[in-house]
């Protein structure tokens, strides 16, 4: 049951991915960077259900939970393959910004050196030589700071790929600001744009994309301390999968009529986001899937946020219904009109290009920095050379 369970997931990560061929071969081929994105999600998933699984525990629960992932799953690839669809009926075999703009990319870089410069001041510049444990520690009350530093990092790399700038000095000087950053995922993210975007500017060799993904791979591995303890890497590692292990006790407390469904309040709880704790310091830490947090883990929220899986909160808020709030996530309503623009085409607009480009695979495009004020900040600054 389990196996056929994953395998019918895997159809929903897949199929929209089949459709990008038809497509001009700018967008053919950040689409399907974006799917694989998906795909490599679908990994995720299947590893942390097969390993809570085997347990032999809450199966009934837990067949749930990966039902209500299935069902919002087919849904979205659903809408994704019609706007592919409607793609390929318009015929979109012609370049995506036909006219080449070029716009200026200092402001970009120096707003990323400037933020990150305080946001080392405030550590006492330990970040500098230890970013992983400056990430860990160094980030309360400045965390705007540490999502800035990386939203105009990756604004300029965007930026330096319109303008077909000097490719390995771009991509040299990213993974050097994802690894100061901390972040594996960061890191670890910036691989598939590297290789999509040295393809589409015709950059690079086969060579150079392995040495650099090496080099990417050896860094993340450098920031999990992979190198000072070996062995317990695969401890810590264990704990990237396992998204299900915290979300089937919603699923167990609604098997046993024990769930108070919030009935949207997790939901618009995430309006949080948008309030940097600096200007309030009473944001509460509990919101959004945070919530959960702090109803099965009292008093935790503010210290971490452990995995509750996907759509969990959705299931808190509406059960089954809860597939109607993950289309109306935000990132997922912006990540449906970045598929229309690059697959439909129907206005070559070098902004809205450029921002969908952004949001589907540029990791720290809408890292940690709210949606919206991504796109206003990156379109303020995207200013034409004339």
Same mark, same amino acid.
């Given at each position: 049951?389990?196996d ?6 895997f ?25 694989i ?25 837990? *067949?749930?939970? @990966? +039902?209500?992932?299935? %069902?919002?799953?087919?849904? /979205? $690839?659903? !809408? *994704?393959?019609? @706007? +592919?669809?409607?793609? %390929?009926?318009k015929?979109? /075999? $012609?370049s !995506? ?52 530093y ?5 604004s ?20 050097l ?77 609604y ?20 309030v ?10 509990a ?10 883990f ?24 809860g597939?109607?709030?993950a ?39 809408n ?20």
């Open positions: 049951m389990s056929l369970l994953l395998v019918v997931l159809a929903s990560y897949l199929s929209p991915l089949f459709f990008c061929k038809y497509l001009n071969r700018q967008s053919r081929l950040i689409l399907a960077t974006f799917f994105y998906r795909f490599i999600e679908f990994s995720f998933v299947a590893i942390s259900f097969s390993i809570e699984w085997d347990k032999g525990n809450n199966q009934d629960a837990l *067949y749930l939970n @990966i +039902l209500n992932i299935i %069902i919002i799953n087919y849904i /979205i $690839s659903l !809408i *994704y393959i019609c @706007i +592919l669809r409607k793609g %390929i009926v015929k979109n /075999i $012609s !995506i910004c036909e006219k080449e703009i070029i716009f200026y990319e200092i402001p970009y870089l120096s707003l990323s050196l400037v933020l990150y410069y305080f946001y080392l001041l405030h550590g006492n510049f330990l970040g500098l030589f230890d970013p992983r444990q400056a990430y860990q520690s160094s980030r309360a009350g400045v965390g705007f700071l540490w999502a800035g990386i939203f105009f990092i990756s300029w790399v965007l930026v330096r790929y319109n303008n077909k700038s000097n490719y390995v000095v771009t991509f040299m000087v990213y993974a600001a994802a690894y100061q950053s901390g972040s594996k995922g960061l890191l670890i993210g910036i691989i598939a744009p590297f290789i999509a975007f040295g393809y589409l500017n015709k950059k690079g060799s086969k060579p150079f994309f392995i040495t650099a993904i090496l080099l990417a791979i050896v860094g993340a591995l450098n920031l999990f301390s992979a190198f000072d303890d070996p062995v317990a890497i695969f401890e810590r590692a264990k704990s990237y999968f396992d998204m299900f292990h915290n979300s089937v006790m919603v699923y167990e407390d098997l046993d009529d024990q769930f108070t469904f919030q009935y949207g309040a997790i939901y618009l709880s995430s309006i949080w986001q948008y940097p704790r600096i200007l309030y310091e009473e944001k509460p830490y919101w959004g899937v945070a919530s959960l947090v702090e109803m099965y009292p008093g935790i929220a503010s210290r971490g946020t452990p995995s509750f899986g996907q759509y969990t909160a959705e299931f808190a808020d509406f059960g089954f219904f597939f109607i709030l289309l109306l996530n935000l990132n997922q309503i912006a990540s449906f009109i970045s598929v229309h623009i690059l697959a439909c085409n129907s206005k070559k607009n070098r902004l809205l290009t450029l921002s969908a480009i952004g949001i589907l695979v540029v990791p720290g495009f890292f940690h920095v709210p949606l919206l004020v991504a796109i206003l900040l990156f379109s303020i600054l995207l200013i034409e050379k004339k």
